[in-house]
């Protein structure tokens, strides 16, 4: 018996690798995490392909009762445990994975396509990365400035900063490349430390993964005139570009 962690990588039902695809029909049961991102297609097509129905798993399932649901199935029984991206991509799943071993639980990972490869289309070089971040979206009494923080600290070692954005699925809530823009701006109006300004040159990204994705560089002004479309998006701040590097983004430049 074990549990699988197994990526389906960014896009649709067809990302998944033949290694994954073979390890799901071999499971009993298969889960879904359904908080931390989300592909182009419907549940309905992922059971169509992979011949499995799926348990839609949200962030209470897995990081407050996984000991009555996944882990309680995974020792009887082999359990896939689907996530969109790589399946170690993100804490919550490294947490999961710990609590399996501890459980005696034997544990396999497939790994996939995930969001922080695939911003090398943009023609940044993966390496020159720093610290990721990311913006939640606002509650009346929780307005985080760690992303602002993250890009000044990344921009101080001459790093790019890729900043995830928020989502909630079940409330159809996705954070826009403009939201996330305007956000950073409000942080900047409040600091006043000239880290994010209107005439910073940003890269908005949207659907990585997808055989077209919306990609497109300019200032942090005239990105946010721009429609990048469904979701899921990020924004990438550049840090200091090699040559190579501004040939590549100029693929992407806005045309005024």
């Not at 309905?44 to 990081?63: D, P, T």
């Not at 020159?128 to 939640?136: H, L």
């Not at 994705?213 to 990438?236: D, Q, R, T, Y």
Request: glycine share 6%.
């Amino acid at each position: 018996m074990a549990l699988y962690f197994i990526g389906l990588g960014l896009y649709d039902e067809k990302d998944i690798s033949l290694r994954g695809l073979e390890a799901i029909k071999r499971c009993d049961v298969v889960y879904l995490e359904n908080y931390t991102s989300m592909l182009s297609c419907d549940v309905k097509k992922l059971e169509k392909l992979y011949g499995k129905n799926i348990i839609l798993s949200s962030r209470e399932l897995v990081e407050n009762k996984a000991e009555d649901t996944i882990l309680k199935d995974a020792l009887s029984k082999d359990v896939a445990f689907l996530v969109i991206g790589d399946p170690m991509s993100a804490t919550t799943h490294i947490d999961l994975r710990l609590r399996a071993e501890k459980a005696g639980i034997g544990c396999i990972v497939v790994h996939n396509a995930s969001v922080f490869s695939a911003v090398g289309v943009t023609g940044l070089q993966l390496y020159k990365f720093g610290r990721t971040t990311s913006i939640p979206f606002q509650e009346e009494k929780w307005h985080p400035e760690t992303p602002y923080d993250a890009i000044k600290e990344n921009m101080n070692s001459g790093l790019h900063t890729l900043i995830l954005l928020d989502l909630r699925p079940d409330e159809k809530k996705f954070m826009t490349v403009n939201q996330a823009i305007e956000y950073l701006l409000s942080i900047e109006d409040k600091r006043k430390e000239k880290v994010f300004s209107k005439e910073l040159f940003c890269v908005g990204c949207a659907r990585l993964g997808s055989l077209k994705p919306c990609i497109k560089a300019g200032n942090a002004e005239e990105l946010l005139k721009e429609n990048f479309g469904k979701p899921v998006h990020c924004l990438i701040v550049p840090g200091k570009l090699h040559f190579a590097e501004e040939e590549a983004l100029e693929l992407f430049k806005i045309h005024k």
